[in-house]
């Protein structure tokens, strides 16, 4: 079940029973229905669909993780030297890792075969290659919680239109 934060912006997915917990216990409040209902001991209960906190829950976005996949995503597979759309592409260190450039957002970009066997353990300045910009860590996505999730129709006013795709 979506769980939104104070500020509506979604938080998490949770199942239907933490949902009527938080509920339960006042820390969400209930925002929409979805179908059905869960027959409890004592009572029967609506199953929440949408539930928002009572309180603020600060940064909750992880940053994203460093990775091939992540890295060409962000350079939307160009490579940074040569401004070539490609598939073949290899994760370039812009400091080589044997000068001791380092495995962070800030010093890999996406570089094509071509670019990445001329460069060849040197730096951009001693290869002779200028970078298109400046590599840094992409914006943490809060709605990357949605990804490869079923996203049911009553979330959908809660879900910028370019993430429901
Ligand atoms: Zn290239």
């Known amino acids: 079940m979506l769980v939104l934060n104070l500020n509506y912006v979604p938080l998490n997915i949770c199942t239907v029973r933490r949902a009527v917990v938080l509920v339960g216990k006042g820390k969400a409040e209930l925002m929409e229905n979805h179908r ?30 460093l990775s091939k996949k992540e890295v060409f995503l962000r350079d939307r597979f160009t490579c940074q030297y040569c401004g070539k759309k490609t598939q073949d592409l290899t994760l370039d260190h812009v400091i080589p890792r044997r000068q001791h450039g380092s495995h962070t957002w800030e010093n890999v970009v996406a570089a094509c075969n071509r670019c990445n066997l ?3 353990g040197r730096t951009p300045v001693e290869a002779n290659m200028v970078l298109h910009k400046e590599p840094r860590a992409p914006d943490p996505n809060p709605y990357l919680i949605l990804q490869n999730r079923t996203i049911l129709e009553e979330w959908l006013p809660y879900i910028p239109w370019t993430v429901r795709g």
């Open 36 to 65: 059905g209902e869960i027959r409890t001991v004592t009572s029967v209960i609506d199953v929440p669909s949408i539930i928002r906190l009572v309180y603020m829950v600060k940064k909750p976005f992880l940053p994203r993780k």
């Open 118 to 120: 001329h460069k060849a």
